[in-house]
């Protein structure tokens, strides 16, 4: 799962108001790089809206256990 850009997840923590000065600049810090692996997985899931997301989560899931059981 990952946000739409660097620039929408760091809107998102500073509007929650829940990361102090340092530990904000280590999330952003650590998704940068961790975001530079996304094309190494075999599906990424953008979340832009919340609802959206999860509804498409679901539907990763179930297509997986779909194939997990054949």
Known sequence: V?????????QRLKKRSTET????KRRVSKAGEELSYAGQFDRVLMNTNLTVSLQEAE????????????
């Open 21 to 24: 000065h340092d530990s904000f």
């Open 2 to 10: 990952v946000p739409p850009s660097l620039e929408v997840l760091q």
């Open 59 to 70: 539907e990763i899931v179930r297509e997986f256990l779909g194939r997990a059981n054949k």
